[in-house]
């Protein structure tokens, strides 16, 4: 009988160490199980703070190119009207030089007009005495019709 008592022992104790091994695989599977939901709560979490940081990088670019178009097209516009400012001052001095120019051409016609006429009476004088000199002049009176004459531009 030893032999079955020896067996049955031996199945009592097989028995044990199958449970013993099923409620550690048990044991095991439960905490793989566990380290699995942690892994993927962390990998959510890590995707939810990605997620929130891309939006934050992709909002804080909307707001930079927002703010650089502004200030560009602020600086288009200052430019714009500088240029335009530029243009009206250029165009109001060349009027104004155009007109100075105007006035020192007039001025300068009626100084050579002046000159030229005080340049045909003392050529006429001249003129007058030498014939004066040399007795070929007129008398007084036919003197005083030749500046009167139609040949005289003095007035």
Known sequence: MASHDQSYRA????????????????????????????????????????SSAAESAKESKDQTGSYLSEKTGAAKEKASEASESAKQKAQEAAEAAGEKAQAGKEKTAGIIQQTG???????????????????MGKDGDDAEDHNNSPHNNEG
Do not use: I, L
């Open 11 to 50: 199945g009592e104790t097989k028995g044990q160490d199958e449970e013993k091994a099923n409620q550690t695989m048990g044991a095991m599977r439960e905490k793989a199980e566990a380290v699995k939901e942690k892994t993927h709560d962390t990998a959510e979490a890590a995707k939810d703070k990605t």
């Open 117 to 135: 006429e005080r340049v045909k009476n003392m050529a006429r004088s001249a003129a007058d005495a030498v014939k004066n000199t040399v007795g």
